[in-house]
């Protein structure tokens, strides 16, 4: 069966989120390790500094938890997504993690026909109407999609009648 617009965008979007936090999390593991030796020789405070590092790395955490477990709502795959939330406090296991969830969601709109690179093509989800289809506004002839109820071009009330057959 094919998911829903609505379901299909939420998908999505979760998704960016999900990749956007491990590109943080990359990100600040990349930055700490280029950092961490010269934070002596700037006469930093390294308790402090330490510190600081544990408070971002937990702010990327606890996102990285609501993204999981936002998707794991959509895809209706709660186990799922409160173990890859457990797993994240593991080093290690918790980008494994997060980029198997990222392939099972890329999965999931591959199925919808929407194509995935590292990001769902916008231009496929723009162009993703299931279950839709053209009306004709029967009096100015102005074809709208069956989402409106009323022609966007006279406001005439629009009955929605199923595609025809042949
Ligand atoms: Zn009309």
């Not at 457990?86 to 919808?112: E, F, Y």
Request: aromatic content about 4%; charged content about 15%; proline content about 5%.
């Amino acid at each position: 069966m094919q998911d829903s617009r609505e379901t299909v965008l939420k998908i999505a979007a979760a998704q960016k989120m999900l990749l956007g936090s491990i590109c943080l999390s990359i990100g600040l593991n990349m930055a700490v390790s280029v950092c961490r030796p010269s934070l002596k020789d700037l006469g930093l405070n390294t308790f402090a500094a330490e510190l600081g590092i544990i408070a971002v790395a937990l702010v990327i955490l606890a996102f990285q938890a609501v993204c999981v477990i936002r998707l794991g709502l959509i895809l209706n795959e709660m186990m799922m997504a409160v173990l890859c939330a457990i797993g994240q406090v593991i080093p290690c296991v918790n980008l494994g993690l997060l980029l198997w969830l990222n392939s099972r969601v890329a999965a999931r709109l591959q199925k919808s026909g929407i194509r995935v690179d590292m990001l769902p093509n916008e231009k496929d989800l723009a162009n993703y109407h299931p279950h839709e289809f053209r009306i004709v506004c029967p009096s100015c002839r102005a074809e709208s999609s069956s989402e409106f109820d009323f022609c966007p071009k006279c406001g005439t009330r629009l009955v929605a009648n199923p595609p025809e057959q042949g």
